[in-house]
């Protein structure tokens, strides 16, 4: 068993309205309260819109919640942005940094997630900071050297490493049903944490990347998994759940 508190967290990215999002969020309470004491932290991270309403919801439960992004200000003139204390003031206790569907799909740069991390951070969120290498570059051999760069650029100076955790999502098996295999999941792994030095050992390093209820035990039963970040699966509780339970 891993010596770190295990934890997962569903990422729901853009899919949830709000009275879908309220009974997925309860459902999913519904199976964490029966499970109490929860021995493994589990995290909602929905939409912004939902956040407030689940967070009611959620309310003396064992579920917690997260935001998916942020802004490096605590406030000014940012059209359409959040800043890390609005999702403080939401609840969320966790904040998803660096998924690649924003360093790809929004051009963000290692730079700009480590000046988000360390807003985060003085906000009192615990971030999670994802890297991951490309399909090309895992052709090319290129994973432990992209990993490495995305990590050390995209943490501040100024880091908490308390309020750490890394998530290893290969880019290539995000939403595409493929996985690396556990061998190779761990040994990235293992290179974040000798990138992170001697705290290494204490920063929980989860992986995520087409998680299902079928393949979660084969990569949960890895000691340097501390857990999982789960997209798509996450949308239905029964199957987020079964998930879940493995880290129980
Ligand atoms: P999938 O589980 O849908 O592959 O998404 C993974 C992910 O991006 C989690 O952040």
Redesign the pocket.
């Known amino acids: 068993m891993s010596r770190r508190r295990r934890m997962v967290v569903a ?1 729901w990215k853009m899919y949830g309205r709000l009275t879908s999002g309220l009974v997925l969020a309860r459902e999913i309470a519904e199976k964490a309260e029966e499970a109490r004491p929860l021995n493994f932290d589990l995290v909602l991270c929905p939409p912004a819109t939902l956040t407030w309403a689940i967070g009611e919801a959620l309310l003396g439960t064992p579920v917690m919640l997260g935001g998916q992004d942020c802004h490096t200000a605590t406030h000014g003139a940012y059209t359409g942005d959040l800043s890390a204390a609005m999702f403080v003031d939401l609840g969320c206790r966790y904040i ?1 940094l660096g ?1 690649s569907e924003r360093r790809y799909g929004h051009g963000e740069s290692s730079e700009l997630i480590a000046q988000k991390v360390e807003a985060a951070q003085l906000a009192g969120l615990t971030t999670i900071v994802c890297v991951g290498e490309t399909a090309d570059e895992l052709k090319a051999g290129e994973t432990a050297e992209i990993i490495e760069k995305q990590l050390r650029e995209s943490l501040p100076k100024k880091i908490k490493t308390a309020n750490l955790v890394v998530a290893y ?1 290969p880019i290539w ?3 595409t049903g493929q996985q690396p295999e556990p061998e190779d999941v761990v040994t990235v792994h293992k290179q974040i944490r000798k990138v992170l030095g001697e705290v290494g050992e204490t920063v929980r390093v989860l992986y ?4 299902t209820p079928s393949n979660a035990e084969n990569i949960l039963c890895e000691d340097e998994v501390d857990g999982v ?5 996450s949308l239905n509780a029964d199957g987020f759940w079964a998930i879940a339970e493995k880290c129980q």
């Open positions: 990422n998803i998924h999502e098996a995000i939403g995520g990347g087409s998680v970040l789960v997209g798509s699966a």
